[in-house]
C-alpha cells in the first residue's frame, strides 16, 4: 500500500511539474516578494499585461480605485523618482521610480503628486511657460521609501475611468514585464476560457482567406474531423481569462499547441517592449477583427512578425503539415500565469487541395515592394506587410476636383510602417509649378 502511494505521488508531481515547467520559455527570475500593493486596498483589476488593445498590447496592470479619484499611491519599493511626465493624451499625469534591484516601476493616470514633487514640477512648469513636462531626475533628488506616499490617483491621460496603471520595466531594456510575476501573494483559482477555434489554409495569406470558426461548448469542439481543402494548417483561438478579483474579462498569458501529442509552438505574454508592441496586429488576426469584431490571436508566426514572445519547436512556427494525408490531433492549451487552464481538442483532416488562385500583383512580407502606374506609386519598405498580399488598387471616384479617388488595396490588411502615396492630378497646376520653379525646388 504504502509503494502504490509513493507511485501516485510521483504520477501526480510529474503532471503537476510537466504541466507548470515545461522548456518552453526560461524561468523567471523575477523577485516575487519584493514590491508592495501601491494602494492601502487589495488588489482589485480591470485589466492585466498582455491584453490585446488596438495597435498594441496592454502593457501593465490596471488596479481600481472604487471609480475614484484622489486615492493615495505609495511606492511599490525603495528607489529614485528618476522621471516625470505630464501630457494630455498617454499616461496622463505619471511617475517613474528606479529600484535598486533593476526595475523600473510606473504610476499612471495620476491626479497630483506628494507635495515636494508637486511644488518642484510647477514651477519648472512656469519657468518653462508650458505645462507639459518630460523631465529625468538624479538618484539624490527625490529618494523615496517602499510605502511612501507618492501621488494621488485620478482619471488623467487615455484613461476611460478613474484607475492606477501600474508596468514593472527591466530598468536597462525599458521593457515592461508581466506584473504578476513579482506579487505572489495574488490569488488566482479562475481558469482562462477557450471560447472560438479559427482554422486557416497555410497554403494562403491570412489576408486572402476568411477562417473556419468553431464555437466552443464547455471545452468540446465537434467530435468529427475538422475537413480543410490544404496540405498545410494553422490555427487561432478566441480566449480569455478570469480572475476573482478583476471586473470583467482578462488576457490569457500563455498558449502551448501540441500536434499528435508532441509540442510544437508556444507563446507568452511577457516582456514586450514598447518598440515592437505594435505586432500585435501580427499576432491576431487583423482581418477577421476588422469586419466580425473578434479578438483572434494566432498560435502561429507569420512570417514578418517580430515578436520575440514565441517558441517554436521546428521551423514550421505553428504551420500544422498534412501532407502525409493522415488525420492530426492536435490540442491547445492556454494559461493565466498561476497556471490554470482550459484546453481544447480537436483532429484535421486534409482532403483535396483547392486550387490555387493567381494573382497579378503580390507583394512579398519582408521585401520592399513597389507599384507604380499612371495615376498612383508608392514603395512599401520591407517591414511594411507582415504577410503576402495580392495587392489591387482601383478608383472609387471620378467626380473630386483635383484627382480620382482611389482606392489603395483594402482596410483590412495593416501596414507596420508608414508609407509616402503620390497621385497624379487632373489637371497641371501651372501656379504651383512656376512657384516652385522660381525656388529652385524639383517638383514630385
Known amino acids: 500500500m504504502k509503494v502504490y502511494g509513493i507511485i501516485l505521488l510521483i504520477i501526480f508531481y510529474a503532471v503537476h511539474t510537466n504541466a507548470q515547467a515545461q522548456p518552453h520559455f526560461p524561468n523567471k527570475k523575477y523577485p516575487a516578494k519584493l514590491f508592495r500593493n501601491p494602494l492601502s486596498t487589495p488588489f482589485s483589476?480591470?485589466?492585466?499585461?498582455?491584453e490585446c488593445r488596438p495597435n498594441h498590447f496592454h502593457s501593465g496592470i490596471d488596479i481600481r480605485t472604487d471609480g475614484k479619484e484622489n486615492k493615495k499611491i505609495y511606492a511599490i519599493e525603495d528607489g529614485y523618482i528618476s522621471r516625470v511626465k505630464i501630457e494630455e493624451s498617454g499616461f496622463g499625469n505619471a511617475i517613474y521610480i528606479n529600484h535598486a534591484s533593476g526595475y523600473t516601476s510606473v504610476y499612471a493616470h495620476l491626479n497630483t503628486f506628494y507635495p515636494a514633487l508637486e511644488t518642484f514640477i510647477k514651477k519648472k512648469q512656469y519657468a518653462s511657460k508650458s505645462w507639459k513636462i518630460d523631465m529625468t531626475f538624479?538618484?539624490?533628488?527625490?529618494?523615496?521609501?517602499k510605502g511612501d506616499f507618492i501621488a494621488l490617483?485620478?482619471?488623467?491621460?487615455?484613461?476611460?475611468?478613474p484607475h492606477l496603471h501600474l508596468e514593472i520595466r527591466n530598468a536597462l531594456t525599458e521593457a515592461?514585464?508581466?506584473?504578476?510575476?513579482?506579487f505572489n501573494d495574488i490569488q488566482d483559482f479562475t481558469r482562462p476560457v477557450i471560447k472560438q477555434l479559427a482554422v486557416y489554409d497555410g497554403s494562403k495569406s491570412i489576408y486572402e482567406q476568411s477562417p473556419q470558426l468553431f464555437k466552443v461548448n464547455k471545452?468540446?469542439?465537434p467530435k468529427k474531423p475538422i475537413e480543410v481543402q490544404t496540405d498545410k494548417v494553422f490555427v487561432g483561438i478566441e480566449a480569455d481569462d478570469y480572475m476573482a478579483i478583476a471586473k470583467g474579462n482578462l488576457g490569457i498569458y500563455e498558449m502551448r499547441l501540441y500536434v499528435d501529442n508532441e509540442w510544437t509552438f508556444a507563446w507568452?505574454?511577457?516582456?514586450?517592449?514598447?518598440?515592437?508592441?505594435?505586432?500585435?496586429n501580427a499576432h491576431t488576426d487583423y482581418k477577421t477583427r476588422k469586419n466580425k469584431g473578434l479578438w483572434i490571436q494566432l498560435?502561429?508566426?507569420?512570417?514578418?512578425?517580430?515578436?520575440?514572445?514565441?517558441?517554436?519547436?521546428?521551423?514550421?512556427?505553428?504551420?500544422?503539415?498534412l501532407s502525409d494525408g493522415q488525420p492530426k490531433d492536435v490540442r491547445i492549451v492556454v494559461y493565466d500565469t498561476k497556471y490554470n487552464s482550459d484546453t481544447i481538442s480537436f483532429v484535421l483532416q486534409s482532403k483535396s487541395p483547392a486550387n490555387a488562385n493567381s494573382c497579378s500583383q503580390v507583394m512579398k512580407a519582408g521585401k520592399k515592394n513597389t507599384f507604380k502606374n499612371e495615376d498612383i506609386s508608392f514603395t512599401l519598405q520591407e517591414q511594411a506587410l507582415y504577410d503576402d498580399i495580392c495587392f489591387k488598387s482601383f478608383i472609387k471616384n471620378s467626380d473630386a476636383p483635383y484627382s480620382h479617388i482611389y482606392q489603395i488595396h483594402y482596410s483590412f490588411v495593416p501596414v507596420h510602417t508608414p508609407f509616402e502615396l503620390m497621385l497624379r492630378p487632373k489637371k497641371r497646376n501651372t501656379r504651383s509649378v512656376e512657384k516652385q520653379n522660381s525656388h529652385g525646388a524639383n517638383c514630385k
Open 45 to 50: 483589476l480591470v485589466g492585466n499585461f498582455g
Open 138 to 145: 538624479f538618484p539624490d533628488q527625490f529618494w523615496v521609501r
Open 153 to 161: 490617483s485620478g482619471n488623467t491621460g487615455s484613461s476611460q475611468g
Open 176 to 182: 515592461p514585464l508581466n506584473p504578476f510575476a513579482f
Open 219 to 221: 471545452g468540446l469542439l
Open 268 to 280: 507568452q505574454m511577457d516582456n514586450i517592449s514598447y518598440d515592437i508592441t505594435n505586432y500585435l
Open 299 to 321: 498560435c502561429t508566426q507569420l512570417p514578418n512578425d517580430k515578436l520575440s514572445i514565441y517558441q517554436s519547436a521546428n521551423n514550421n512556427h505553428g504551420m500544422i503539415d
